[in-house]
């Protein structure tokens, strides 16, 4: 099977759907931020202060010459991977469409720190930004406004449908 990629703004619910689906097809998950976190032994908001932002996304680049020509894993993207990198060769992209208020909602109640949304008019900004470049790098878009448990049934209907079509 193909890789499944997913892509959205952070709070889109990627690393929550990506074990479930992992679990469901029999496949292998992975999390590029946590894969990254793991090679560098340092978070990511480490790696942006030592380092700053393009450090960060050259590693980006790495992972997905790592993950390239691999199969049978769902990938959960950090935010602005499909942003700076070309995530097509990495599989099908399926892109977790969520409205910023709910995103807001969802980061608010997260015990991670996101010190983007210190600043809520730049995340909504950054959010508005960015959603064409999801829509344009995505196959499919799920609407992944609703609980954990109905955007992986929803997910799994179409992953169905679109397996039967071919």
Do not use: W
């Amino acid at each position: 099977m193909k890789n499944i990629v997913l892509i959205g703004f952070m709070g889109s619910g990627k690393s929550t759907l990506a074990p479930l689906l992992a679990q469901a097809l029999g496949s292998k998950c992975i999390d590029s931020d946590n894969y990254i976190e793991s090679q560098e032994k340092r978070s990511i908001t480490e790696i942006f202060a030592s380092q700053g932002e393009q450090h960060f996304r050259n590693l980006e680049q790495q992972f997905i010459h790592s993950f390239e020509n691999t199969q049978n894993y769902i990938i959960a993207t950090g935010g602005g991977m499909p942003i700076f990198n070309d995530i097509s060769k990495l599989g099908i992209c399926l892109y977790l469409q969520v409205d910023f208020k709910i995103i807001t909602q969802r980061v608010m109640q997260s015990p991670n720190i996101r010190p983007l949304f210190c600043d809520l008019e730049k995340a909504k900004q950054l959010f508005i930004q960015r959603e064409p470049t999801y829509i344009r790098a995505s196959n499919i878009i799920i609407n992944a406004n609703s609980t954990p448990e109905h955007v992986f049934q929803d997910t799994m209907k179409v992953l169905h449908d679109q397996i039967n079509q071919k």
